[in-house]
């Protein structure tokens, strides 16, 4: 019997990991320019971590944790995001004593969560994410929302837009809370049984619920900006500034609330519109999260990030009708008769490739003209055959599959002339 990839789970083969190297150099890319460094942490750690990090009333925390306990009865817990990893980090290596501020990480690795597997939703995703710890400046909340924007634009989505909306501080959030149950709770009988057990433990996270989204009392409900005090509001319109000073339009959205216990202030989304992307248009999500650090055992140290999945970058793409082109070009391919050229073809394909040529020859043992169809199909841009006459002489045909035009050249000078040629046959195409 056969054995599958778990649920949720995929095989990424060739032709699609092809893709993925282009948008990790994008990302990775991006993040140099901005100068956010990359941390890699484990992949799974203290269950601890999250339940108090990400926060116990959340579906993360709630439903969807890959937890075990190992042999050495430990509770472990398969990181279902980055944020409260990074932020151990930070407090674990003291990287608030470092003497540039904020600290600016990024992140790209696998995330795990018990969920439902349909488009966009997988039990392991990978998540592309950034951390700016140690500023309260309303300033790097647009950089970070820039930073993201700026993946997605140079990734070729057009239709995209940036929401974003405020949870102010501990006190405006306080009243906010008030109103909201005052609002949710004569009607919570006409609401679904986890937004129940919400009402009591945290009526914001009501707003953000998948199954009541349609009902009526969700629109009318007490919207957070309404509720800011002065302090708050003066940050959330500094943000909003910035964002203008970056030519950065958005939405304001006075219901976006993020499904994390540990956010305030600044909460954004990033959409996709693209047609036929489906229910889930939320590509990427992030905000402030003044208060975890502290919460984690480190000393005050303001953050803000955002988490954006790979997997739905492509989605995107894809409803956007994006293609990506071959990226991993084959320069050559080395044909060979008998044992004597084989000795030679395995020493020339080495040779090429340690001067940067991609090469490939057969491993069959074929006949000429089924090396030959390999090269045809492995889109080879050059073809040489070597049989006992190149051997004697030292000279082989080199032909260009393109236009099929042919030189012959020595050994030698097909690798110091390989550059100048690839460029003149280029000139001759074009
Ligand atoms: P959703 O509301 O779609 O469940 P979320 O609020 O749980 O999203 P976050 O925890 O904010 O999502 O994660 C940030 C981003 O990670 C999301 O915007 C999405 O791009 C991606 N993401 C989250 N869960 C998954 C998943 N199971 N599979 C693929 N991507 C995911
Ligand atoms: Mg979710």
């Not at 969807?64 to 990181?79: A, I, N, Q, V």
């Not at 980090?89 to 904020?102: H, I, R, W």
């Not at 837009?161 to 009243?175: A, C, F, M, P």
């Not at 959409?271 to 248009?281: K, L, Q």
Request: a negative charge.
């Amino acid at each position: 019997m056969s054995i599958n990839v778990p649920r949720g789970t995929r095989d990424f083969l060739p032709d699609e990991t092809e893709k993925w190297q282009v948008i990790e150099e994008l990302i990775r890319d991006t993040c140099r320019l901005f100068q956010y460094k990359e941390i890699r942490t484990p992949v799974f750690e203290h269950t601890e971590l999250f339940t108090r990090g990400v926060g116990d009333t959340t579906d993360i925390v709630q439903k969807e944790m890959y937890t075990f306990t190992d042999r050495g009865d430990r509770s472990l817990t398969l990181r279902p995001e980055g944020t409260a990893s990074v932020v151990r980090s930070f407090v674990e290596n003291k990287l608030f004593g470092l003497p540039d501020q904020p600290v600016k990480l990024y992140y790209i690795g696998p995330m795990f969560r018990y969920e439902r597997q349909q488009a966009g939703r997988y039990r392991q995703f990978i998540q592309f994410g950034i951390e700016a710890i140690g500023s309260n400046n309303p300033a790097i909340d647009a950089e970070v929302m820039a930073l993201a924007m700026s993946v997605y634009k140079k990734a070729g989505l057009k239709k995209i837009k940036l929401v974003i909306n405020s949870l102010g501080d501990t006190e405006s959030r306080q009243s906010h809370r008030d109103a909201l149950i005052a609002h949710f709770a004569p009607h919570i009988h006409e609401f679904c049984s986890d937004c129940q057990n919400r009402l009591e433990k945290n009526p914001l996270r009501i707003l953000d619920c998948k199954v009541d989204r349609d009902n009526p009392l969700m629109d009318t409900a007490p919207k957070l900006p309404d509720y800011l005090n002065d302090e708050s509001a003066t940050y959330f319109a500094k943000v909003k500034h910035y964002l203008g000073v970056l030519g950065l339009s958005y939405e304001v959205d006075p219901n976006l609330v993020r499904g994390l216990d540990y956010y305030n202030h600044t909460a954004f989304e990033i959409m996709s519109e693209g047609e036929g992307f489906g229910a889930i248009s939320t590509l990427a999500g992030g905000g402030r999260y003044n208060g975890l650090v502290e919460n984690l055992g480190g000393p005050v140290s303001p953050g803000i990030g955002f988490a954006m999945s790979i997997e739905r970058l492509f989605l995107a793409l894809e409803a956007e009708g994006q293609k990506f082109t071959n990226i991993d070009t084959l320069d050559m391919y080395v044909v060979s008769m008998g044992e004597a050229a084989k000795d030679k073809a395995i020493s020339f394909v080495s040779q090429l490739r340690e001067s940067n040529i991609t090469a490939e020859m057969d491993y069959l043992d074929r006949k000429v003209k089924a090396q030959m169809k390999s090269a045809d199909r492995l889109n080879a841009k050059y073809v040489i055959v070597i049989g006992d006459t190149e051997l004697e002489t030292g000279m082989v045909m080199l032909k260009n599959l393109s236009n099929g035009s042919q030189i012959e050249m020595s050994f030698e000078d097909i690798i110091s002339k390989f550059d100048e040629l690839k460029l003149s046959w280029q000139e001759e195409l074009a």
